[in-house]
Structures are given as structure tokens and as C-alpha cells.
């Protein structure tokens, strides 16, 4: 995704990129016919082998809800480090693949941590997202080294079959502060974005704006909701600021693009 970037003060931003690769998995039925795989539900999805085989039985305690289980597979969601719900399915061939339900923001994927004592930075925000944590948590489960397995896996859009590519924008802003970025969608390049949406974080008190009007604001005083999730159009060719208003506390912004590259 080529991008102009305009950074605030705390320069607090880490742009990550992912190619989506074609959906390849060799002698097993669990997305390539739609046979196991609710391949009509989902939309982005990152998925990997953990092993030739699983014993289900040893993965059922990681769900919090279990909607279809059988000798083969199940289905359920389970709940993230930020409290929300990630789907995912578990086969008994070895695949795992945690998904966003299509009616879901992509946005899901970013992965705040806010069980953590420790605010979050670019970085942390960076070093796992919400996808990769449940594949952590079952590679745990099974007693397989996640990071021997981390490399391996893949991102793929069934909503969207034909998007090539994803950037998320991760920008921080600290107590306070301000911070904004500018993306720049090049129609040069880009032939369609399929999806724009975004994740808000705030640890009291935030506010999101694009373009100069407010998208979202949170307020947190111990309870309620610490993220929103939404979705905002970006046309081609402009220069589109993305700006986060911190008070007292860290606050943030995960803007994840899904698209389309020219050949």
C-alpha cells in the first residue's frame, strides 16, 4: 500500500502490510469446497496447520461459546484480550482458522490488549493481533511452540476474494497529546479499497476524527466501552487525516485497509 503519512508530535505510528495469499489446503475440505468451513459467513480469516492431526476434545475448554461441533470440527468464539469475541474454527486435520464474521469490521484484527497493566504502544499493538492470539492459545492447548508456527500463517478475505493486500495504521497518542497521520490511496495502483475501518482505543477519554469531523469518541470511567469499531470511506487520490485525541490517558487508532492491487 503506498501511503503519504504526515506524523503529529508523539510520532507514535507503525504502518504493518499483508498480502493475502490464495487459499491452498492440500486433501483437506475445511475452506476450499465450503463443505466444513462456513466459507458463506466469513470475511478476513488468517489460517495454518498447528499439526497433522487435533484431538478436539483437548482444544473445548478455549471457547467461551461452541455453536457446531463434531468429530471432524468446531465452531465457536472466543473472547480476546479485549474482551471481544473472535471466531474460530478448529479441524480435526490439524487446520486452525480464526475469522471475522463478513458482517464484522476487519478492524477486529487489532489487538489492544486491554487486560494488560501496560498501555499499549505501536509495537505491542503490532507484535500480535486478535487472529494470531487465538492461534497462540491453541497451540498452548495442544502443547505445539506457537512461534515455530506464527510464520506460517496466512490471511485471506472470503468476502472479498479478489483483494490482494492490507495495511493497518496503528497510531498512538499519550495523555494530553494529539496525534495524526495522513493516508493516500493511489489510484495508480490501487484498483479497489474493499474495505476501510478502524478500531478506537482509549484508556479514559478519546476522541477520532477524520478528515475534521469526529468518527467516534469514548468515554471510560471504569466501566463501559474502551474500543469502538465503525467504518469510513477514503476516496483515491486525497490526502485523508486521521487524527486521535488523547485526555489524561494513552489512546489510539488501528486503521486497516483491505484492497485490491492494479496487475
Not at 8 to 29: E, P, Q, T
Not at 30 to 38: S, Y
Not at 225 to 238: A, H, M, P
Request: net charge negative.
Amino acid at each position: 500500500m503506498e501511503n503519504k503519512r504526515r506524523i503529529g508530535k508523539s510520532r507514535n505510528i507503525l504502518v504493518l502490510a499483508v498480502a493475502f495469499l490464495c487459499l491452498s489446503m492440500a486433501g483437506s475440505a475445511t475452506a476450499t469446497d465450503g463443505t466444513t468451513f462456513p466459507v458463506d459467513e466469513a470475511g478476513i480469516a488468517a489460517y495454518v496447520k498447528v499439526n497433522e492431526s487435533i484431538d478436539l476434545e483437548d482444544v473445548m475448554d478455549i471457547y467461551d461459546y461452541i455453536e457446531v461441533v463434531n468429530e471432524t470440527y468446531v465452531i465457536g468464539k472466543v473472547r480476546n484480550a479485549d474482551g471481544a469475541l473472535t471466531h474460530l474454527y478448529v479441524g480435526a486435520d490439524g487446520w486452525v482458522i480464526p475469522y471475522c464474521h463478513k458482517t464484522e469490521h476487519a478492524s477486529y484484527i487489532v489487538r489492544w490488549n486491554k487486560s494488560s497493566p501496560y498501555d499499549p504502544t505501536p509495537e505491542s499493538v503490532a507484535e500480535m493481533n486478535t487472529f494470531e492470539e487465538s492461534i497462540s492459545r491453541v497451540c498452548a492447548y495442544l502443547g505445539v511452540d506457537y512461534e515455530t508456527i506464527k510464520p506460517e500463517i496466512k490471511y485471506y478475505d472470503f468476502e472479498h476474494p479478489n483483494a490482494t493486500n492490507m495495511t493497518i495504521a496503528v497510531d498512538i497518542a499519550q495523555g494530553g497529546t494529539t496525534d495524526y497521520f495522513q493516508l493516500w490511496i493511489p489510484s495508480e495502483s490501487i484498483a479497489i479499497v474493499n474495505e476501510s475501518s478502524w478500531s478506537h482505543y482509549t484508556g479514559y477519554k478519546s476522541f477520532l476524527y477524520l478528515d475534521g469531523s469526529i468518527i467516534s469518541d469514548l468515554y471510560w470511567y471504569g466501566s463501559g466501552e474502551r474500543i469502538n469499531y465503525g467504518d469510513s470511506s477514503l476516496s483515491s487520490d486525497s490526502a485523508h487525516e486521521i487524527k486521535v485525541v488523547a485526555d489524561r490517558r494513552t489512546s489510539g487508532v488501528g486503521w486497516v485497509l483491505i484492497y485490491t492491487k492494479k496487475p
